[in-house]
């Protein structure tokens, strides 16, 4: 099988991670890494094997066929409609857009093109969110009737430039972190959320990084969701998450994303295993299968959207103080 060429945009966190996937899975030329900052390029591409690179255009230059997106929130939108202009298939990090106006850039630019496009929304490919899901569309659960998702942790510090906490870049937690949820509730539900309301209160980490928010789904379904940046660094990345319908309740949680952490006495704290790869290794599989046939995408766009415009529904609900219906995002 010839190899399918592939090249990261970003060099960031979670760019290792779709990196040592790449690395992990068959048939799978990991060409370059391209990065605005070239230490940082050179650094993971040292790592994996790739060349150093310093955009996008230096991939194409390289042939590669396939590229995912891992750059800050507002920049998706460019890179997306030109690899997409330019015939690749692309993963793009969730979430789609930083704005609901550039995520249907990106829709209306894959709708003409020959490549798959692919939204990064991996708890979708995490063991156990993958697990739920099949027992609900199976029937395990009987009718869904309750969905919730806790998903807290410290401020993250590890974007360029402190990016993420900005909240005019990354939106906060709420549309960089809470955006999982909102997909994976809204895929599980099976059906859209209709109307949703927020409230959301300042923490260490600034303003509104601890948000809740409760969701009515088309079905009549109600979804509970809480976000934060806001929680002590000892605490780490912890995950709840609750279903429940006429049948039963399913229910799982979990500490760390990360399978080790070191912390000096100087504070300075590292992390091993990056992410404990979780759900990364079957989400990239699953781009490369869908690259390689001509999809369909595994995580289509139109649906990455949707968990945007939830989001940005919570996010005017906390401005607004009243329940956001969204058909108003627009």
Same mark, same amino acid.
């Given at each position: 099988m010839t190899p399918l060429r592939v090249g990261i945009v970003g060099a960031g966190y979670?760019?290792?991670?779709?990196?040592?996937?790449?690395?992990? $899975?068959?048939?799978?030329?990991?060409?370059?890494?391209?990065?605005?900052?070239?230490?940082?390029?050179?650094?993971?591409?040292? $790592?994996?094997?790739?060349?150093?690179?310093?955009?996008? *255009?230096?991939?194409?230059?390289? !042939?590669? &066929?396939?590229?995912?997106?891992?750059?800050?929130?507002? $920049?998706?939108?460019?890179?997306?409609?030109?690899?997409?202009?330019?015939?690749?298939?692309?993963?793009?990090?969730?979430?789609? *857009?930083?704005?609901? *106006?550039?995520?249907?850039?990106?829709? *209306?630019?894959?709708?003409?093109?020959? =490549?798959?496009?692919?939204?990064?929304?991996?708890?979708?490919?995490?063991?156990?969110?993958?697990?739920?899901?099949?027992?609900?569309?199976? =029937?395990?659960? !009987?009718?869904?009737?309750?969905?919730s998702q806790s998903i807290v942790s410290s401020a993250p510090t590890w974007s360029e430039q402190g990016w993420l906490l900005d909240h005019g870049a990354s939106g906060g937690p709420l549309i960089d972190l809470a955006i999982h949820s909102f997909d994976y509730l809204a895929w599980v539900c099976g059906h859209q959320p209709v109307r949703v309301q927020a409230i959301a209160a300042a923490t260490v980490a600034g303003p509104d990084t601890y948000a809740l928010a409760t969701l009515r789904y088309a079905n009549g379904a109600i979804g509970a969701v809480e976000t934060s940046w806001g929680?002590?660094?000892?605490? !780490?990345?912890?995950?709840? $998450?609750?279903?429940? =319908?006429?049948?039963?309740?399913?229910?799982?949680?979990?500490?760390?994303?990360?399978?080790?952490?070191?912390?000096?006495?100087?504070?300075?704290?590292?992390?091993?295993?990056?992410?404990? &790869?979780?759900g990364f290794q079957a989400e990239i599989e699953a781009f490369v299968a869908a690259a390689r046939t001509g999809g369909p995408s595994p995580v289509p766009a139109t649906e990455g959207m949707l968990a945007l415009r939830t989001a940005l529904a919570a996010e005017r609900s906390i401005r607004t103080g009243q329940p956001v219906s969204l058909a108003e995002i627009e």
């Open positions: 979670i760019a290792r991670a779709h990196a040592i996937a790449y690395l992990a $899975t068959p048939a799978v030329d990991l060409v370059a890494i391209a990065d605005t900052v070239p230490a940082k390029a050179g650094a993971l591409a040292e $790592t994996v094997g790739a060349e150093p690179v310093d955009g996008l *255009a230096a991939l194409l230059a390289r !042939g590669v &066929q396939a590229v995912s997106i891992c750059t800050p929130s507002p $920049t998706h939108a460019d890179l997306a409609v030109e690899a997409l202009e330019a015939g690749l298939h692309v993963l793009c990090e969730k979430p789609i *857009a930083r704005s609901l *106006a550039d995520a249907e850039r990106i829709v *209306a630019a894959s709708a003409g093109a020959p =490549g798959v496009l692919m939204v990064g929304h991996v708890s979708r490919f995490e063991p156990d969110h993958a697990r739920a899901r099949e027992v609900v569309a199976t =029937g395990g659960l !009987g009718e869904i009737r309750m969905l929680h002590p660094p000892a605490y !780490g990345f912890h995950v709840a $998450t609750e279903l429940n =319908g006429s049948g039963g309740r399913l229910w799982w949680d979990y500490d760390g994303i990360s399978a080790g952490r070191m912390a000096t006495t100087g504070g300075e704290i590292t992390r091993f295993d990056v992410l404990g &790869q979780r």
